[in-house]
């Protein structure tokens, strides 16, 4: 049986379109960062670069990070979205989901986490091999959004800490996308969060 | 573009709404004849008039009685229990209401009957009568600190064990939380279902408990269930929810009518419209209007487009946790289709809060037909694909047939609603028994399946996204039809702003409106709509200020989750792994 696409003409989503390498990409778009602009500079005939080999590491491991979803509510949807065939996560080499923390080296917090659930967040977080890094998403994670209520908590750095806040109610796929990349640059540059 | 037609130029000249007036439904004196009629063939019923349903006031000692009379009677048979919540009146002698409310799948009617207690007494336990009321007795105590008597397990449900107080009473503060740590974590032993009490002795095996969740890929993030193996056989379950209590209802307590709606999104997640939908028409209903056709008929388009959501987000996601993860790529493009449709209408893809009482926040695009005729065209072939891979594949049918079964007196008397109630059998859909928004003059069929296992509910879904897309196809060959998209009445609507800047009424208007808010009536009602997963049903109570004073959404997710630990007894770990994913869980509307 043939797998069944839909055309680009049937789609009704709105697209922009992407900008291959060495183009300028469209005001607006989300691309990766810099690509447009990367080239292999001065290689001449060479066949190999030398460079030092935590720029090496730092480079794998912010192309590979290896998220953990720890999606209680909505924004969790929206995680799925991103992962899903139309965003596509794989394309950055995120896609490797695990739900077991000892497996994973970025913690996605995705959702209101409440009181009753903290713990748990905090345990998950400690059982993380180090490196580890933490996006928070969406208003709840970030802040309690619009629930400042009896039972939630008023934003996920009261227990664990965080690397990356994206905003959005629930943010758009895109958005959380956006903060991976950022993360990665972020990675790649060697930062780490101090202890 | 002007934005003048939404005002007509006629200056407004109906009723002001005068504050604290008392709301009278439309139907009362239909309701006060059948509540009349019912209290005769009931004793212990005292009828309170004037309300949406029949209603009535039941003594403390008399309710168990009474229950089971209504339940019994072979000419009433309330079997289904709907819901059963608190509320509290500090300023009266008994404060609390313990309201009950049921369903007649016999007659297709609906009854309330409400308890005062004062707080130091308590309310004999129903969970004789129905099994379902066990959770919503626990939350009335955990909520309202109303305590049960003689209730099998009468602990807190949705809070956690460090909690102090109980925050839906009045004077409990809204921000007021108390911290738990890692040593307060819920220690659960599920009692061994009697069947298998005597078993231990024969048994080969050695007892093992073992905790599932919350943070577990199957448990969707904020279930947990603590199950007992002997071998392999699940002997014991016991599952603990609240790992997303949000606090919904205190927080509609400290908002205006129309700052509920975001709130409304955030319970069913998957299926964020229909809430909507159901929140603003119990509004509109006690303010005793009805939003402009054209909105009516964007409502139902949307309304469909995300009950088709809520499926795919279900069917999608349970075969994931069978490991057939290709179905879940499949089925999420159309899916971002529809999301992409309601961005074009809202701005917001996943939770669009689009509706506003009254109508709808602005007009639909140009091309919002036709863009919903080209995804109307496109699922067909997408819920084809996935259920000729699935429906018939041989590991699948072995790992759903016989899974996770319900029958239907179980699934009724639990307070079953929705596809897992029609997989037993029971055709009872709220669009079909109370219709609304117009879903009486589309054809369409009510889709059941025998057997109630995971597989039934498999098939139910499917058909209903079949069903789904022939109402909406009727829809667009009807048209969209012309006119305004919110009422024409200063007292709910904002005036544009255009009007707002040039007249000096309109800016009266909007600045009451801003700073009073939307006032109905005095009273209460109850809308009930047909969720992605079950009736879905608003509660809402009225002081004619211009905070809600109560509102209870009924959570269709409540009771099945609560029949779960039934469903999985003398099952294996990967059969209750199957069944969870077919109930469609969601706990935003699961924990509030």
Redesign the interface.
């Known amino acids: 049986m043939p797998v069944q696409n839909i055309d680009r003409e049937d789609s009704i989503i709105p697209r922009k379109a992407g900008a291959a390498p060495g183009e300028i990409p469209e005001k607006g778009l989300i691309t990766l960062p810099g690509e447009a602009d990367r080239e292999v500079e001065g290689l001449g005939s060479a066949t190999y670069l030398t460079t030092k080999l935590d720029a090496v590491v730092n480079w794998a491991r912010g192309n590979s990070l290896w998220p953990l979803p720890f999606g209680t509510a909505c924004c969790a949807i929206e995680f799925m979205s991103m992962v899903s065939s139309h965003y596509d996560i794989a394309r950055f080499g995120a896609e490797t989901v695990r739900f077991s923390p000892r497996q994973a080296d970025l913690l996605i917090v995705a959702g209101t986490i409440v009181d009753k659930i903290a713990p748990v967040l905090k345990k998950i977080y400690d059982q993380m091999p180090e490196p580890k890094y933490v996006i928070a998403m969406g208003a709840c994670a970030t802040s309690g959004g619009f629930y400042r209520a009896y039972h939630v908590v008023q934003g996920i750095d009261e227990i664990i800490p965080v690397d990356i806040w994206v905003p959005g109610c629930p943010p758009t796929p895109d958005g959380l996308m956006y903060a991976i990349l950022k993360l990665r640059e972020k990675v790649q540059r060697g930062e780490m969060r101090r202890q | 573009m002007s934005t003048l037609t939404k005002f007509s130029a006629i200056p407004y000249t109906g009723p002001a709404p005068t504050n604290r007036q008392p709301y009278v439904p439309a139907d009362a004196a239909v309701m006060d004849a059948r509540g009349a009629e019912i209290a005769s063939k009931v004793p212990g019923l005292t009828l309170e008039s004037g309300q949406d349903l029949p209603t009535f006031l039941v003594e403390r000692d008399q309710i168990v009685n009474v229950l089971r009379a209504l339940h019994d009677h072979p000419e009433l048979r309330f079997t289904l229990p709907l819901d059963l919540f608190g509320a509290d009146y500090p300023d009266r002698a008994k404060r609390f209401d313990v309201v009950y409310q049921l369903y007649s799948l016999k007659n297709n009617e609906r009854v309330r009957l409400k308890v005062h207690v004062a707080e130091n007494e308590s309310v004999p336990t129903s969970t004789g009568v129905y099994q379902g009321y066990d959770w919503y007795e626990r939350e009335v105590f955990d909520m309202f600190g109303i305590k049960f008597e003689g209730h099998p397990n009468l602990r807190r449900i949705?809070?956690?064990d460090s909690?102090q107080g109980h925050?839906l009473r009045k004077d409990?503060?809204?921000?007021?939380?108390?911290?738990?740590?890692?040593a307060?974590?819920a220690k659960l032993q599920p009692k061994i279902a009697p069947q298998f009490v005597e078993e231990e002795e024969q048994s080969d095996f050695e007892r093992v408990t073992l905790n599932l969740g919350?943070?577990?890929?199957a448990m969707?993030?904020?279930l947990r269930v603590v199950v007992t193996l002997d071998g392999e056989t699940i002997v014991g379950a016991e599952q603990e929810i609240?790992?997303?209590?949000?606090?919904f209802e205190?927080?509609c307590e400290t908002h205006t009518y129309q700052q509920v709606i975001?709130?409304t999104d955030?319970l069913n997640?998957?299926s964020a419209v229909i809430n909507n939908v159901g929140y603003c028409m119990a509004v509109e209903k006690m303010l005793g209007l009805s939003a402009p056709d054209r909105a009516q008929y964007v409502r139902l388009i949307l309304s469909e487009f995300y009950r088709i959501a809520d499926h795919i987000?279900c069917i999608g996601?349970n075969l994931v946790d069978l490991g057939a993860l290709t179905n879940?790529?499949?089925l999420?493009?159309?899916?971002?289709?529809i999301?992409?449709?309601a961005e074009?209408c809202s701005g917001a893809?996943?939770?669009p809060s689009y509706l506003r009482i009254g109508g709808l926040a602005v007009d639909v695009p140009s091309?919002f037909l036709a863009?919903s005729q080209?995804?109307v065209?496109?699922l067909p072939?997408?819920i084809d694909?996935v259920e000729?891979l699935v429906m018939k594949n041989r590991i699948f049918r072995e790992r759903t047939e016989g899974v996770g079964v319900l029958s239907q007196e179980d699934a009724i008397n639990f307070g079953f609603t929705g596809p897992c109630l029609r997989a037993t059998g029971v055709p009872f859909d709220v669009r079909k028994a109370s219709p609304y928004l117009g879903y009486e003059t589309y054809d369409w069929d009510v889709p059941i399946a025998e057997g109630g296992d995971t597989y039934a509910r498999f098939l139910v879904r499917f058909e209903e996204m079949r069903q789904s897309l022939r109402i909406l196809q009727q829809a667009i060959n009807r048209g969209l039809p012309p006119g305004p998209v919110m009422v024409d009445n200063p007292y709910v609507a904002l005036p544009p702003k255009e009007k707002v800047y040039n007249e000096m009424e309109s800016l009266i208007y909007h600045f009451k409106l801003i700073m009073h808010g939307i006032q109905p009536p005095v009273g209460e009602t109850y809308f009930p709509v047909e969720g992605g997963n079950g009736e879905v049903g608003f509660y809402v109570v009225s002081d004619g200020t211009k905070n809600p004073y109560r509102i209870r959404a009924r959570p269709p997710c409540f009771p099945i989750f609560e029949a779960y630990a039934k469903m999985i007894i003398g099952q294996t770990i990967p059969d209750a792994i199957a069944a969870l994913g077919s109930l469609n869980i969601i706990?935003?509307e699961l924990d509030h």
Request: aromatic share 16%; charged share 20%.
């Open positions: 949705l809070t956690h909690f925050p409990y503060d809204a921000a007021q939380r108390w911290l738990l740590t890692d307060g974590i919350p943070s577990h890929p969707h993030g904020t609240g790992y997303l209590h949000r606090c205190k927080m975001p709130f955030r997640y998957c987000v996601t879940f790529w499949y999420f493009q159309p899916r971002e289709e999301i992409a449709l074009s893809r996943l939770l091309d863009n080209k995804i065209n496109m072939k997408f694909e000729a706990a935003g």
